[in-house]
């Protein structure tokens, strides 16, 4: 299993967001995207990123995401160990999802 | 009653791919208020955003703008060509349109910048996204107003005309109220609804159920074109063109999970053909789902391409002068390298593309409510059975034409303010989705799976009678299906409940007609019904809804311009035919 940090905030509820750990299977998860979709399908299905969109095969470009602290397309980068995803933008709406 | 923010427009257009932008240019330069609506962000939705776009129009008329093409070409011999990939199922007068303005739309693109890659015979090679970007850039000077991420739940309908639309706002999570004089869908097609699909995530043909919904007229649902050779992976890859591409480059054999040759099986004429043409689509969807059929697939149901080692240095030389570093448009395919050269091979097969049927229109693309106009693959298309030249440049012709139709009709119309009662009923009928029940996803998966593998590339009674059946009874089961959770913004279960709705509709419509055309035409293949039927069968299926149930009529095909062969083939000798009444233009269309 590789771990993952994921930025997560409900407005409903939450006063402010903070990172969750996830465990994601190695190999069925090669890239960021991946390991997201995994967490939504398999761990918390509420999870929200900008996802009901986009190609998955790195032409779109909508699921750029802060990942270690970087703004990087999810879907082309390889996932490793101890990974930190956060939304690409300072006012976030909901988890990984800001205010472009 | 509740309040919900109204937007008012002379035209409203839904959906901002290629068709979409087009219109709304179209429109706003025609003098009316035009407001763009869409499911995702702009300008990097629908199918266009992931379009490898060979811009296609008459040879002629591509040299005479100082680029590569076939002076010998003329937009006669273009028409006819196109004629006979369609199978002569083609609507002659949208035909006619789409050859004619061509030219226009492709210069129109060239003089606002976007970059030329290459050009053949009768195509100028670009990407999707460079068109979408160049398109919005114009749309935004002409004074366009955009929503983004804002699904459209339903039309709108008082009496017999379309007056507008209620939205979802996926993010903020709340309705909004569209109220426009004329409406232009541009939705695009529903691959979503398919197994294998080599659309972006969004596409479940929300435009052409709700328009089937508000009771228009839908035709030739029952040709669905899909990509062969697209790339298998239980990943966020599957359905990549690349693998595509790459077989259209190097040719040669594609195998199946035993190691035999599956092309060596067919028409040797046929498949040569068919391998230097897009004609591969349709030819090897059928050739690799076959193989899927008689239980000769590999893990992901699908052959593999397989390069004979001796040939290595050549073959990633060949490779990487295309794609440097096995990279295609942005996406990784690096680790191919080595899976290319070693047994099995790289997994591929066909993948949901292209839908030829759609919103019915006439040849200024009104559909057959008032108000109402369609555009781009969510209307019917010009290209009959089966396409071989490009979707692109049809988005931008349909586009234009519906965009300026919808502002001429607004210029003659009232804005009928849509009644309280009307969008309470339509709003309370999206609300209901929003009950949590069980997960909508599991619904979804059964879906994907059942119409890839009934409605693909090769259908026959028994899956089709099957396929109704279980969407018939997943219309029911739906009320007890739908998010897990209460969060109203960003909650993709809620937008995910909206779109199986939109999708099992198109389901039923589309198993309808493909029950009812007995015969086997263009990417319509009936392994009970394997022969082509020009005797009996150039007529296309009209559907409409009415009182939930699908009434149906036969449409016959106008020859106005030139008439197909009669008789009754077998599908392959018939392909054959076809491919050799092709003029003397040669290409890839």
Known sequence: ?100 | MSVYETIRSDVLVIGAGGAGLRAAIASAENGSSTVLVNKGSIPKSGATVMADSDLTLDGNSLNKMGFFGEPRDSKDKFFHDILTQGFYLNDQELLRIYVNRAPDRVKELIDWGIPVESSEERAIETAGYYILDVLYKIAKEKGVQFFEDVMITDLLREGDRIVGAVGWDIVRGKFLVFSSKATVIATGGWHKAFLHSAGSRELSGDGIAMALRAGAEVSDMEFITFCANTFYEKSSRDGSLFTYILHFLLGGPIYNINGENVLKKYDEYVVSKAVSSEWNKAIISYVSFKEKLEGKAGPQGGVFLKVDTSDEKKIIKAVESYFPGWNYRGGDFSDLKAKLFKNPGVEVGPSAEYFEGGINVKPDYRASLRGLFAAGESAKSPFGANRVVAATTEMLVSGEIAGKSASEYAKTADLIKPQEKTVEAVVKKAEQKMKPGKPIKELYEQIKVKSFNLLGPIRDEEGLKDLLFFAERAKVDLADYGPTYSRLSYNYEYVLSLEVENMLELIEASATAALLRKESRGVHVRSDYFFTDNDSWLKEIVLVKSNDSYGYSFQEVQQTYESAFRGKYGYFETVKKLLKLRSNITGGH
Not at chain 1, 1 to 30: H, W
Not at chain 1, 47 to 75: E, N, W
Request: hydrophobic fraction near 30%; charged fraction near 30%; include cysteine.
């Open chain 1, 1 to 100: 299993m590789t771990k993952i940090k994921v930025y997560r905030f409900n407005p409903e509820k939450d006063a402010q967001g903070k990172l969750v750990e996830y465990d994601v299977p190695e190999g069925s998860c090669g890239s960021v995207l991946d390991a997201l979709d995994y967490i939504r399908e398999n761990i918390d299905s509420s999870l929200a990123y900008y996802f009901h969109q986009a190609c998955g095969k790195g032409m779109c470009k909508t699921c750029i995401l802060r990942i270690d602290g970087k703004p990087r397309v999810s879907c082309q980068t390889k996932l490793h160990e101890n990974m930190t995803v956060e939304p690409l933008y300072k006012k976030v709406i909901v988890d990984l999802i800001s205010e472009r």
